[in-house]
């Protein structure tokens, strides 16, 4: 009884401590709140869509907006708002997918590149090796290999992705692996995997949090890059990229296909850019924005 009682009570401060940072800093709720709105109604999509998004109608096409199609139809007659929504659910997820393999293997690769100098060398130059094409070039050669699948295109987002990730974390720990509180620690007897994932990984927060944020929208934007240039996920199959697509053809007839598919995108991409920049800065220890 005793114990919960002592979680609960910890619980509360933790909650408090976090409103009083959101209520603190209006950019950084402003971005959580935009992204908590766009995220739920990519994962609600099938709930509250109007129209299933392959559903044809012949007499509808191109219309204006209206109370049945409130975004209107595209050229076959679908409810441009109920395939913005699957759209976005589709980004989304290969998104965060894509995000959850590259960060932990950047972080992996970094942390053992900075802390064994005998791993440095070789991790690095294969780091360069990927640093040196851009990423959408290398994802456009993988999904011509391996097919516009929704796997193909994580695989293809990931393959590139995990390089960045890895040298920042590896300058971090350069800088971490003779600090104070690690000499300390190797004085006691703690292992070096100990170290790396107790030590220099919890004071390298700051810096992953921002990339991995700013990571998502750079994703969102070449999901839709991929699908703008034909390579993204194939019709019928909604996608952000390829409604934008169809919809500069239209652009004087039936504009809100692209300006919907486009504001989506901004949107998204502004909401986890206002996130990752403020997250950054309350991370940061040297950071005097907000005292925790």
Same mark, same amino acid.
């Given at each position: 009884m005793e114990h919960s009682y002592f979680d609960e009570k910890l619980a509360v401060s933790e909650m408090k401590r976090v409103w009083g940072v959101l209520?603190?800093?209006?950019?950084?709720?402003?971005?959580v709140l935009l992204f908590i709105l766009i995220s739920m109604m990519a994962v609600m999509a099938p709930a509250i869509?109007?129209?299933?998004?392959?559903?044809?109608?012949l007499e509808e096409k191109l219309s204006p907006p209206s109370a049945s199609f409130p975004l209107g139809t595209d050229q076959f007659g679908r409810c441009i708002f109920s395939r913005i929504l699957y759209g976005a659910q589709t980004s989304f997820f290969?998104?965060?997918?894509s995000t959850?393999?590259?960060v932990p293997a950047g972080i992996i690769i970094g942390m053992y590149a900075g802390y064994?100098?005998?791993? @440095?060398? $070789? +991790?690095?130059?294969?780091? @360069?090796? $990927? +640093?040196?094409?851009?990423s959408i070039v290398l994802s456009i050669a993988i999904v011509g290999v391996v097919g516009p699948s929704p796997a193909g295109i994580i695989l293809s987002l990931s393959i590139p992705g995990w390089a960045k990730y890895a040298r920042l974390i590896r300058g971090s720990t350069l800088s971490l692996k003779n600090s104070g509180f690690v000499e300390a620690a190797r004085a006691?007897?703690?292992?070096?995997?100990?170290?790396?994932?107790?030590?220099?990984l919890p004071n390298s927060y700051g810096p992953i949090i921002e990339i991995a944020t700013l990571g998502l929208g750079s994703k969102i934007i070449s999901i839709s890059g991929l699908g703008f240039l034909g390579l993204g996920i194939q019709p019928p199959t909604p996608e952000l990229g390829t409604?934008?697509?169809d919809g500069l053809v239209y652009l004087?007839?039936?504009?809100?296909?692209?300006?919907?598919?486009?504001?989506?995108?901004?949107?998204f991409v502004l909401a986890v850019n206002l996130i990752g920049s403020e997250l950054r800065s309350i991370a940061d220890p040297r950071s005097d924005t907000i005292e925790f």
């Open positions: 209520r603190s800093n209006v950019t950084l709720t402003i971005g869509s109007p129209h299933d998004p392959a559903e044809m109608h290969i998104a965060v997918i959850l393999i590259i064994f100098s005998r791993y @440095d060398a $070789f +991790l690095m130059r294969l780091t @360069d090796i $990927f +640093l040196a094409f851009p006691i007897g703690a292992s070096d995997k100990y170290i790396l994932f107790h030590h220099i409604i934008l697509k004087q007839t039936a504009p809100m296909m692209a300006l919907s598919s486009g504001g989506m995108i901004m949107l």
